[in-house]
């Protein structure tokens, strides 16, 4: 997940939150927390603390890979390397200690993440914090889950799946089919490293890693799916707490399945209902700022959004040739896409209006509209699909797909056979439009049957353990991936953590509210909470601002595409929508 876009436009001014402190050491809530577990300290406790020998790396960080367990019932056993890259405190003789880091994902990189810090990290976290990330086992430069034996077969197999989401039953068909394989390769190809890639081993991992790192308790920022690991941590490990920030929050009782094993996952997480609000309030909010300051505003915009969509799911857009003259077109799912891209940025207002104005330029009959706006509409949805569709490739091995199912599909029982995925992401698109199968076909790899690996080591709960410190959950109104819902509903399962609300738009928030980046930074650095209550309200509102439909193309154009990605990614399966 690259979060150098979004976070980088936190410049706007937000008083600083009134805060309470977090108990130190000592106090009534370390008096009370839990302990780790008999088991689970054994696992990771006669584990040797490694020694990291650092070298310099990417200029001015430092590098280093580790051997752990792959098994930690078998501590002797094999083991996987795992790559770690650390960005040194700026001051460190007022050095606190390690802050440990994660994109989310799953399948995102901690390394890329912590040489990123100096881009979206605030100073005081550089001054006083090393910031560590390392890579979770099977991703990214840690030893890699490989599910095909080549390159070749990877390509051939995953080439259905090269699509946001399937619609109609002969895509369905191809879909499922490549999926299924997809799955089994994992489950033979690649089985000993999948059956061992669950959130459970990875905080398993970063404990150990903290012990390297030498600080007693764990320091650690959290993003999307990385809230997860936070929260995993947080409950194996209740007594090694010292401060967890995590932001776009996921329930890990919603994401394991507990205990409604076997069900659909986004039917218990609810992204594509978070997806579906953000969307529904964006076009009110559209309608209710008028064609001067919204684009896409003439006369219920919802309606004609809706509009748009039963046109396209009747017949894709032709957007021109390419230059081999193969036909370019928008799709029904490539729309939605664009559409669910768009509501990860901070300017979800005029990326998203700007593409349905675009299209309903295009569909309208050419009468209606001039040649010169008909050209700017398909100039500017071909240069947003070139943004989002990966071309064609040979080399290297991709390991993408292969590692977020390798976390997904481990940490949660799924619905038995691939075969249920088309009436099941029906019943979802019931209930929440449009997003519904965009995010329910993220899972079908992990089909009960065709997913046959399993760790049993697996962690399934509890999730409401006391810790050490109070952990910091922050929840964004109009997030499209991770719902303001499930991060009242985490809160609630941990004693004494703190909820922080932001009215903010996109993908989490740090970064993009000042607000909510000071609080976050404050609570790091001394343990500070936020009031009970406490709402960061962000000027960054869409439609605040007059625009045309050009300004709104050219502001887009001139900013990377926002990413996509959920709690997991927007559209896991798909070689053309990637993390």
Known sequence: MSFTARLLGAGLAAALLAGVAVAPAGSAQAATADVTSGPEAERVDRVPTPVLRWYTCYGSAQCATVRLPLDYDEPEG?????ALLRVKARKQAQRIGS?????????????????????????????RFDVVGFDPRGVGASDNLKCFPSTRE???????LNKFFPYGA???????????????????????LAGAMSTAEVARDMDVLRRAVGDPKLTYLGFSYGTLLGQYYANMFPDRVRALALDGVVNPKSWAGVPAQGSLQDNRLRSADAAYRALRTLLTRCDHAGKKRCVFAAGDPERHFRAIARSLRAKS?????????KAVRLTYADFIGLTLSGLYSAEAGDFVT???????????APAGKSAKKRSVARAELRAHLSRVRTPARDFPYDNTLDAFSGVICTDADHPRDTSMWPALTAAEDARAPYFGRAWGWGTVPCAGNTWTVRDEDAYRGPFNRTTSAPVLFVGNYWDPATSYRQAESATKLLPGSRLLSSDNWGHTAYGTSTCVTRAVDRYLLGGTLPAAGTVCHSPMQPFKRRVSMAGATAQSEAKQLPPVAGPYAASPLSLEYRP
């Open 170 to 192: 002969a895509e369905e068909a191809t879909y499922t089919k490549a999926a299924r394989a997809v799955g089994q390769a994992c489950s033979t190809t690649g089985a000993t």
């Open 317 to 325: 857009l032709l957007l021109g040739r390419d230059e081999n003259g």
């Open 154 to 160: 990877q390509v051939l197999t995953q080439a259905p």
């Open 78 to 82: 094999a083991t996987v390397q795992l």
């Open 354 to 364: 700007a593409v349905a104005a675009a299209v309903e330029t295009l569909l309208a």
């Open 99 to 127: 802050l440990f880091v994660n994109p989310g994902g799953p399948g995102g990189s901690g390394t890329d993440m912590a040489a990123l810090a100096p881009a979206f990290l605030s100073d005081s976290v550089l001054d």
